[in-house]
């Protein structure tokens, strides 16, 4: 390690490296770092525990700057005027712009989430720029409608930005799931205040600083930091913010529906999940065994779309849990720079804490702890989690009803395909089902009952970025997707105009009767 000062004077570690990792987090106003007036908050490399930045958080008047940069540059600038062409050619920059900059981004995704390196460099900074070439194939085939049944009007519907939004991203997937609103919200015409969570700041900072040198005018992507109670707060009750969309756990998004509220701003939530993974007896073995696997361990478990109950029919139950747990005792849990590594630690101290703390949850409800349930041999340091799992006593369970959000899976048992689609939806959540089942009848049958917004058959996580993408019950609010994205970042504009001269009634002139 080298280390650096910040400029409180607190001794910073940063890893060896050739990127730079910033000793301040500040905010990006009109393209430029600002400083937060607001506390001094450490920045914590979960691999090492060491403090290797700083977050200057920003106060309301703080965001209240970033809001009004937005609101010049979406009234005064040029952005929301430029020609289609002109904005798509700023969207490809930033693609080029990303990629040459996959490594750097990657890495900082390492420091910010503890998610291994190679599945970032592979997988999430390639999904960044596709996110941003999705939004520029939205908007150039965006279209109005045009209406004729009344023959004596011309109708036809044009769409214009909805105006400054918010996007508050969390701390799991940082630049991925903040890039998935950004890229439409601003090829769209839109500008925004972007908000990253505290536990995760780093890699955000950086990407809205590409954005910016990639020739977005001024205070068309601006960035606030901070916590939620006081930054976040600031942001969602700011009069001048017109939309706000949300990414993040179900009771925090709640609480931004509340605020948001007082002014009745546009609210797109995308919310937890403890989606059922239901493996039937007829299902190819081996692929729904590695699909159970990548559902609750991919991305260190921490992500919303985790198949985290996994429910196997009752033929196959003992076969499958046993290979479950060989393979989950195999995985390779360390370093999240290191290529060998298939697990890394946890985002945070807090939330490592509260996911530790069901295991003893699962105990106390007479669950059956499988494999993993406390940290791996011989790591002393970092947040670690040994690869868990519980065969639970009853769906009723908190292991089985809470969103736990950490490489932690519960087991169930079912005798018959109605009691599959019970226990899946036995939830007060509905954002992702996971079936595995060769029999067509039975997967279209299963399909269609469970209360889920997305059902992915014999596959692991995908996600088509055309299609409807939320959550049934406390799961969201509203849907991701082609015509359900433009439909929340645009506003219908109906415009109506005779064709012919009319015949209008002529109120205070005297008529002949």
């Avoid at 400029?7 to 570690?13: H, K, L, R, T």
């Avoid at 769906?395 to 899976?409: M, Y």
Wanted: aromatic share 6%.
């Amino acid at each position: 390690m080298q280390n650096s000062k910040s400029a409180d004077g607190v001794q910073v570690a940063a890893a060896v490296s050739p990127w730079p990792v910033p000793a301040e987090i500040m905010a990006i106003v009109d393209g430029e770092c600002v400083r937060g007036a607001g506390s001094a908050l450490a920045v914590i490399d979960p691999t090492t525990e060491e403090r290797v930045s700083t977050l200057l958080e920003d106060t309301p008047e703080d965001v209240d700057r970033a809001v009004c940069a937005a609101r010049r540059a979406l009234e005064m600038g040029p952005w929301s005027r430029m020609e289609l062409g002109e904005r798509l050619a700023v969207l490809r920059r930033i693609q080029r712009l990303i990629e040459r900059h996959a490594d750097e981004l990657a890495y900082l995704d390492c420091l910010d989430t503890g998610v291994p390196y190679v599945e970032a460099r592979t997988r999430k900074i390639p999904r960044i720029v596709e996110n941003f070439e999705f939004a520029a194939s939205l908007a150039g085939m965006a279209a109005g409608d045009t209406f004729q049944q009344n023959s004596r009007y011309l109708t036809y519907v044009t769409r214009q930005p909805v105006g400054v939004c918010a996007i508050i991203a969390p701390w799991n997937s940082p630049m991925g799931l903040a890039s998935m609103q950004v890229a439409p919200c601003i090829a769209l015409g839109n500008t925004c205040v972007v908000k990253p969570s505290e536990h995760a700041s780093m890699s955000l900072f950086r990407l809205v600083q590409l954005l910016n040198e990639a020739g977005l005018p001024p205070g068309v992507v601006n960035l606030v930091n901070g916590r939620g109670m006081l930054t976040g707060e600031a942001l969602v009750r700011h009069p001048g913010v017109n939309a706000v969309k949300f990414i993040g756990g179900t009771e925090t998004g709640k609480r931004i529906m509340a605020a948001a509220s007082g002014s009745l701003k546009r609210v797109g939530l995308e919310l937890g999940g403890k989606s059922a993974n239901i493996v039937f007896g007829d299902a190819d073995f081996d692929e729904a065994l590695d699909g159970a696997l990548l559902g609750i361990y991919s991305n260190n478990g921490q992500q919303c779309l985790a198949g985290s109950r996994i429910l196997v029919e009752r033929s196959i139950s003992r076969r499958f849990i046993e290979a479950f747990v060989a393979r989950a005792t195999a995985i390779n849990v360390g370093n999240p720079l290191d290529p060998r590594t298939e697990v890394g630690p946890l985002a945070f101290e807090q939330h490592y804490q509260r996911v530790l703390g069901y295991v003893g949850i699962a105990r106390s409800e007479g669950a059956e702890l499988l494999v993993g349930g406390a940290k791996p041999q011989g790591m002393d340091k970092g947040y670690f989690l040994a690869p868990t799992a519980v065969l639970a006593a009853a769906n009723e369970s908190r292991v089985c009803q809470e969103e736990i959000f950490g490489p932690f899976a519960s087991f169930m048992l079912f005798d018959s395909t109605s009691d599959a689609i019970q226990i899946a939806n036995d939830s007060r959540f509905g954002l992702v089902s996971y079936v595995w089942s060769r029999d067509i009848a039975r997967v279209m049958q299963v399909s269609q009952a469970v209360r889920a917004g997305t059902i992915l058959v014999n596959t692991s996580m995908v996600r088509e970025l055309r299609a409807p993408f939320g959550g049934f019950n406390e799961s969201g609010v509203g849907r991701d997707g082609a015509r359900h994205t433009l439909d929340f970042f645009t506003e219908a504009k109906t415009t109506t105009l005779p064709v012919r001269k009319l015949s209008l009634r002529r109120l205070g002139v005297p008529t002949t009767l």
